[in-house]
């Protein structure tokens, strides 16, 4: 048997080898013409198959024989429903790469079977050349199964790897997610099958070494691919770690965008070679719960899951290891891809009936645990097999981390392992039959490929270094141009303050200038006037001239009489000489004319009385020339008076000589001035060249230095909002990534406690056997788990603080957004913690995120904290102040989540228990709202409904009997008694209770009466009198039929 595996395997191989050498030299675009006959191979089945089992692309398979060989074997046809499944085009169709590929090991006889079995025949009969199983019922009727693969009692540990793994594994290093698990009854070799190390014998090595053994192969010839594992278990329904036994009660997670499930709380190891490999292994398999039964001497308690992370990069291709050409990148942006792909290797615990084990005490709470999660995942299978909308994986955390595995975007391998004895007839037929059902299963495969953002990351990290480098260069150079500039600038503040000295003194040379120039003007009037004035004196010149000629004509003319007369006249003729030539004297000394004038005068004064002596002394000298005299004493007369009038004349002369002289002499000084002024002139003009050059430049400077201030304030500007910009996001940066990790590890321990809670609320409610707690280890494991969550809400508040995880909802981040309102909903569950959130504006955030978010789980995670808020009097203040009421009722055209309105009626009938708000309620619609959602039909929803119309009826019968108000109920003009009446009969106990409860409170209002004898209401409180299962009930529904009048009859 050996010999003729190993000749088949060989014959695999080749087949394989050959069909990829020619594969290279085919278009790509038509990978499925690769057939045995364009390949001139053998066209013998069981190569065909292998080459089927084999081929990493499973496009590139040829169809099935399996319905001729079906065919071909008359025993298929001796049981009815096997062989219809074997001919189902699920079964047939080879083809789809995501069916989930089934294989069946039988284990050989250990000693016990073959001392008590001795004389029968085995349970199963194996055709493994036409991959079927015969299931012998008895000894004349047999069912036969097909299998994708089927594997004898002597079976290699290679050829189940090569038949079972090896495509998988395959896939998983092309990007695909990849899936490897074993199920069967304890003691049939799975973990021999899956987990066998065979460190000393290679032979002997099971899926998970050969599986690490070719990924590390591939690994190792392409840099640019890591692997990392990890290694967990699931013991009593408890996530463990294997490779960190301290780890225990690990939770999971799932991402409400993509429903990925994943560990975070996993020890990831990464791997460098085999032996490393072996060295974790072994330390996971010493950690696992094992023990010791009847069927078993080493029986698995719990199903280990060792996950393998894959990541390539594209810059390599992961089938050859040669370079690929360069990947397309998003938005050409350059931004490199990577493949990152998950292998499930999944050993599960046997199932294990407790009579045939022999187990007892705590074997056998491990064993309920087992049967547990073996029966949910059954149920998942049936259910995917037969196409149900609903799959239960949330009802074991096995289903949870397998929920990729069926029903995902895994290539999923399942290796059910079954006995060859007749004693185990029911649990090899249970195995066979979820083999079957899980080949029914198609996966949706999808390549796991990805922009790596992390070595972008290390990219633009570096990008920043250098420009950070770039920067401080840059900041550098323009200290070093500020220093240049402020250099610059001190000089062009030298020059222009001499610039503006210089426009000073050009301003005072103005201002002489215009001085001078004022007194040129007066100058020249001045000269003007001297002018006429010379020109009067030259006038007046002539006239002496010619004046003093007639004078000299006149002396030449008394001469004569002087000569007749020479005696008499001697004395007057020498004194007329004196006379002249004193005129000629005071014409040449025109200085001393008035002095010289003034002793003419005298002189003539004393000649006169000289005269006048000499006439009485020569009286009768004068008697005799009384005539002469006369006439010679007129002309004297005449001579005098023209005297007195040339001296006059001289006097005058000589004063206008003395003007022009000045005026002469201010002539000259006045041109010496006006060639002064002539050179000023030219100088000024010089200057105010010179002062509009200065101006001109001293503008240009300012207009320079204004430009050079504005661009070094602009930079200043620039790089001061720059540091800040940068320091402001790189504190927010930090600030945010230290809460967000805080919210994350709170919320993921809130989320432990909260998933304890509900597994330990769940188990109680199966039969006995199922393996529930008892009724005090429940409630002290729900009290311990309650005061868990609580002390996580406390420790919360006080690390973070209410006010940061309010300032969170506000995030753009929408993960973020959703965690923060989920902490919020958390901490408004505790009391103590409502008035905080509510001081802190928890209220009016909420709010506004119900009416802004369009995301279902903001908007049931935000509903259930202000239903939870809407407990607290304070908050229903606010709620209904803010128009809440309102905003709620509006939710029901928003969403029709049963979460979300559960939630949003549970907030509505919290308000309805504040009587203040009764009227208001109606107003803003929330009672029509209530009566909306509980059209929906969920039980949840209409037990919300009915304790809000209780708490509404109550209300409102305390302001009745208190007398603050009178009238028919506001609930009755909503149309709320109809429905009450027709839902009184709802299975739901309390849901009932609160219905009974406010049809009474409504009873108590006479006002009510007709409004319940026209819907028949009355009998239902009838009814309740009766039936009622509370008493404090029927005895208000007896008191309000004797009371009310209107009810009597």
């Known amino acids: ?84 499944r074997s001919q189902s085009k699920d079964f047939d169709d080879d083809n789809d790469p995501g069916r989930v590929r089934v294989s069946v090991r039988v284990r050989p006889r250990n000693g016990e079977e073959l001392k008590s079995d001795a004389d029968f025949a085995d349970l199963v009969e194996l055709q493994p050349e036409i991959k079927r199983l015969k299931l012998r019922k008895n000894n004349w009727n047999s069912e036969s199964y097909r299998f994708d693969e089927v594997f004898t009692d002597t079976a290699s540990q290679k050829r189940v790897y090569e038949g079972v793994a090896k495509p998988v594994v395959e896939g998983v290093l092309s990007g695909y997610n990849g899936t490897i698990m074993a199920y069967g009854q304890t003691g049939t070799g799975k973990t021999y099958t899956v987990g066998k190390i065979g460190k000393d014998d290679a032979a002997e090595r099971g899926i998970m070494v050969r599986a690490l053994e070719d990924i590390l192969a591939s690994a190792s010839s ?21 490779l960190a036994p301290e780890k225990s009660n690990i939770s999971i997670n799932e991402d409400g965008k993509t429903g990925e499930v994943s560990v975070p709380g996993a020890t990831v190891v990464n791997i460098q070679d085999l032996d490393h490999f072996f060295q974790v292994l072994q ?4 950690n696992r719960h094992a023990a010791n039964t009847k069927m078993n001497t080493e029986s698995s308690r719990s199903h280990a899951i060792l996950t393998v992370y894959v990541r390539r990069a594209m810059n390599e291709k992961a089938e050859t290891g040669t370079k690929s050409p360069k990947p397309e990148s998003l938005g050409d942006k350059g931004i490199p891809r990577v493949r990152k792909s998950k292998l499930l290797i999944v050993d599960l615990a046997g199932s294990e009936r407790i009579n045939k084990s022999g187990t007892d005490g705590h074997l056998i709470e491990e064993a309920k645990f087992i049967n547990l999660s073996l029966t949910s995942l059954g149920k998942c299978i049936n259910a995917l097999a037969e196409g149900s909308s609903h799959i239960p994986t949330r009802d074991s955390k096995l289903t949870r981390l397998l929920r990729d595995s069926f029903g995902g975007s895994a290539r999923t391998s399942l290796i059910i392992t079954i006995g060859p004895s007749a004693r185990y007839h029911a649990e090899t037929t249970s195995t066979i039959m979820f083999g079957q059902r899980a080949m029914k299963i198609v996966n949706m495969v999808k390549l796991k490929e990805e922009f790596d953002y992390e070595s972008l990351c290390r990219k633009l990290e570096t990008q920043v270094d250098h420009l950070t480098a770039e920067v401080e260069r840059q900041t550098k150079l323009r200290n070093s141009e500020k220093l240049e500039l402020e250099k610059r600038l001190r000089e062009c503040e030298n020059t222009f303050a001499e610039a503006e000295k210089n426009a000073a003194r050009s301003k005072f040379l103005e201002k002489e ?26 006038d007046k010149a002539t006239q002496l001239e010619m004046n003093l000629k007639n004078t000299k004509q006149q002396q030449l003319e008394s001469s004569a009489y002087k000569e007749k007369l020479a005696d008499a006249s001697k004395v007057y003729e020498t004194k007329i000489a004196v006379l002249v030539q004193r005129v000629e004297d005071e014409q040449a000394r025109s200085t001393n004319a008035e002095h010289q004038l003034n002793e003419m005068k005298n002189i003539l004064s004393n000649q006169q009385k000289s005269i006048h002596d000499q006439e009485m002394g020569n009286y009768q000298y004068q008697r005799e020339l009384a005539e002469a005299t006369y006439t010679y004493e007129s002309k004297i007369a005449e001579l005098q008076k023209k005297l007195e009038d040339e001296h006059a004349r001289s006097n005058s002369a000589e004063e206008q000589l003395r003007q022009m002289k000045s005026i002469i002499s201010d002539r000259q000084v006045l041109s010496q001035e006006n060639e002064k002024t002539n050179e000023l002139k030219k100088k000024l003009e010089e200057l105010s060249q010179m002062y509009e050059s200065t101006v001109d430049e001293l503008q240009t400077v300012k207009l320079d230095y204004d430009d050079l201030l504005h661009q070094k304030e602009k930079l200043g500007e620039e790089v001061r909002d720059m540091k800040e910009r940068l320091l402001l996001e790189e504190k927010q940066r930090k600030q945010m990534e230290s809460e967000l990790s805080k919210l994350k590890k709170n919320l993921r321990e809130s989320e432990t406690v909260v998933e304890d809670k509900r597994v330990k609320e769940d188990l109680p409610k199966g039969p006995s056997e199922s393996g529930a707690l008892p009724g005090s280890q429940r409630s002290h494991g729900l009290k311990k788990s309650l005061s868990g969550q609580r002390a996580t809400m406390a420790r919360l508040c006080e690390e973070v603080g209410v006010q940061k995880i309010l300032h969170l909802i506000k995030s753009e981040d929408l993960e973020v957004q959703i965690q923060a309102v989920k902490v919020v909903a958390n901490l408004a569950a505790e009391e103590s913690n409502q008035v905080k959130i509510v001081e802190e504006g928890g209220v009016e955030a909420l709010l506004t995120l119900v009416q802004s978010s369009q995301n279902s789980t903001i908007l049931r995670v935000a509903s259930g904290a202000i ?32 979460q979300t309105l559960r939630m949003v009626a549970g907030a509505l009938a919290n308000l309805c228990g504040n009587e203040k708000f009764l009227k208001l309620l109606k107003e803003e619609e929330g009672i029509k709202g209530l009566l909306t959602m509980a059209q929906s039909g969920n039980i949840d929803i209409i037990a919300q409904v009915a304790r809000g119309m209780a708490n509404f009826a109550k209300c409102e019968t305390r302001e009745i009997m208190q007398g603050r108000r009178k009238g028919r109920s506001l609930l009755l003009e909503e149309g709320a008694l109809e429905w009450l009446t027709s839902n009184s009969h709802i299975e739901s106990a309390s849901t009932q209770r609160h219905i009974e409860l406010a049809l009474c409170h409504l009873a108590q209002n006479e006002a009510n009466a007709i409004d319940f004898k026209r819907t028949g209401s009355v009998t239902e409180i009838v009814r309740i009198s009766v039936e009622s299962s ?20």
């Open 1030 to 1049: 509370r008493d404090d009930i029927r005895s208000l529904a007896k008191k309000i039929l004797r009371s009310n009048p209107h009810f009597s009859n």
């Open 222 to 242: 392409a840099s640019s691919v890591s692997v990392e594992i990890s290694y967990l278990q699931l013991y009593m329904e408890t996530i463990q770690d294997l």
């Open 867 to 898: 239903a939870n808020l809407a407990m607290n009097e304070k908050s229903q203040d606010l709620i209904m102040n803010k128009g809440g009421a309102q905003l709620l009722a509006k939710m029901v055209t928003k969403t029709d989540d049963p």
């Open 283 to 286: 330390v996971g398999e010493t």
């Open 1 to 84: 048997m050996t010999s003729s595996s190993n000749s088949s395997s060989a014959v695999r191989s080749s087949a394989k080898h050959a069909a990829e050498r020619i594969q290279q030299h085919l278009p790509p675009s038509n990978p499925a013409s690769l057939s045995s006959s364009s390949l001139n191979l053998p066209s013998k089945t069981s190569i065909a198959a292998s080459i089927n089992h084999h081929s990493p692309r499973p496009k590139d398979r040829p169809s099935s024989t399996a319905s001729s060989v079906s065919a071909a074997s008359p025993s298929t046809r001796r049981s009815g429903t096997p062989v219809h």
């Open 513 to 538: 200038n215009a001085r001078l120039e004022l007194r040129m003007k007066e100058l020249l009037k001045d000269l003007e006037m001297q002018k006429d004035q010379c020109d009067l004196m030259r």
